[in-house]
Nanobody
Framework: QAHLAASGGGSVQAGSSLRLTCTVSGPTLNMNVFSWLRQAPGKAGEFVASLIWGGTWTEYADSVKGRFTISRDIANNTVNLQMMNLTPEDTGIYSC????????????????WGQGTQVTVSS
């Protein structure tokens, strides 16, 4: 089972950009789906972006479309989240997780989640 670790968070001003990195240790399969989950204080967790390891499928929450881009670096075994034009509503702990397939992802059945990284956006 893959082990995941998120990094790259920080405190920034609104309008800034950040790049988060999820380092994946262990076996991955082309059908695996990797996602970034955002947990804001007092709110339910939100899936902000997802991709399939071995293809081009991606999925974004409406709240981040056009501002966030998820990508993978196969050589370095990382899943990255480029975040642009950040707003205070983007504040939260960002964690990365892996599901076996798209079907598991759609059922929100995730095998493991890595330790998150804090993103704080001030106005």
């Amino acid at each position: 089972q893959a082990h995941l670790a998120a990094s790259g968070g920080g405190s920034v001003q609104a309008g800034s950009s950040l790049r988060l990195t999820c380092t994946v240790s262990g076996p991955t399969l082309n059908m695996n789906v990797f996602s970034w989950l955002r947990q804001a204080p007092g709110k339910a967790g939100e899936f902000v972006a997802s991709l399939i390891w071995g293809g081009t499928w991606t999925e974004y929450a409406d709240s981040v479309k056009g501002r966030f881009t998820i990508s993978r670096d196969i050589a370095n075994n990382t899943v990255n989240l480029q975040m642009m034009n950040l707003t205070p509503e983007d504040t939260g702990i960002y964690s990365c997780g892996v599901a076996r397939t798209i079907a598991y992802h759609q059922r929100r059945e995730y095998g493991s989640w890595g330790q998150g990284t804090q993103v704080t956006v001030s106005s």
